[in-house]
């Protein structure tokens, strides 16, 4: 089964752009689709976008259009979130999730964004 | 913008059923799928396509579907199935995923 290693916690300012990496296992990358979900503290689970790998076209739900990119490198098998402007509630743990089900979640990465 | 509706929380004693529910206008047109969370830790998929169970997860969990209605049931409740459970499926388009704000079991 494929395995999601994710990179680490970052501190940003407000106004600052993220980017969190997402590495897979195995060669299975190009198939299955790659979602981004973030959790802020003691919150749900909100979805973020999706990139399918072999194509690279994405879909971002409409709260964070025109902040998040999603991107991939399927040399390296990796994926790429990056959310621009951040602003204090964009504090949270941000996971990268694969799979037809969303049925593989990395471990999470946390972001926090303070001044 | 779509919504997912749980109940926040549900509590059951050990050994009894635990039923939480998931109501949303797309759920009669595309799948929806059941996620755990215990403290601290990554969500794990416990049912997808509405009722069909990943090897992993034990026999006790079990989906159903009825219109625009998903439910998770857990028979026999245990301690360890104390968590947060979320639903999640697509829009109309299915193009864009959401998730239920969470119902909390509680294991009394």
């Known amino acids: 089964q494929v395995q999601l290693v994710q990179s680490g916690a970052e501190v940003k300012e407000p106004g600052a752009s993220v980017k969190v990496s997402c590495k897979a296992s195995?060669?299975?990358?190009?198939?299955?689709?790659i979602n981004w979900v973030r959790q802020a503290t003691g919150q749900g689970l909100d979805w973020m976008g999706w990139?399918?790998?072999?194509?690279?076209?994405?879909g971002y739900a409409q709260k964070f259009q025109g902040r998040v990119t999603i991107t991939r490198d399927i040399s390296l098998t990796t994926a790429y979130m990056e959310l621009s402007s951040l602003r204090s509630d964009d504090t949270a743990v941000y996971y990268c999730?694969?799979?037809?089900?969303?049925?593989?979640w990395g471990k999470g990465t946390t972001v926090t964004v303070f001044s | 913008s779509y919504e997912l509706t749980q109940p926040p929380s549900v509590s059951v004693s050990p050994g009894q059923t635990a039923r939480i529910t998931c109501s949303g206008e797309?759920?009669?047109?595309?799948?929806g799928h059941w996620y755990q969370q215990r403290p601290g830790q990554a969500p794990i998929l416990v049912i997808y396509?509405?009722?069909e169970r990943p090897s992993r997860i034990p026999e006790r969990f079990s989906g159903s579907h009825s219109g625009t209605t998903l439910t998770l049931t857990i028979n026999g409740v245990q301690a360890e199935d104390e968590a947060v459970y979320y639903c999640?499926?697509?829009?109309?388009?299915?193009?864009?995923?959401?998730f239920g704000g969470g119902t909390k079991l509680t294991v009394l």
């Open positions: 999730v694969v799979g037809d089900y969303m049925d593989v």
């Open positions: 195995g060669n299975t990358f190009t198939t299955y689709e």
């Open positions: 990139l399918k790998p072999n194509s690279g076209n994405t």
């Open positions: 797309t759920l009669s047109q595309h799948f």
């Open positions: 396509k509405n009722t």
């Open positions: 999640q499926s697509p829009d109309s388009t299915n193009t864009y995923k959401f």
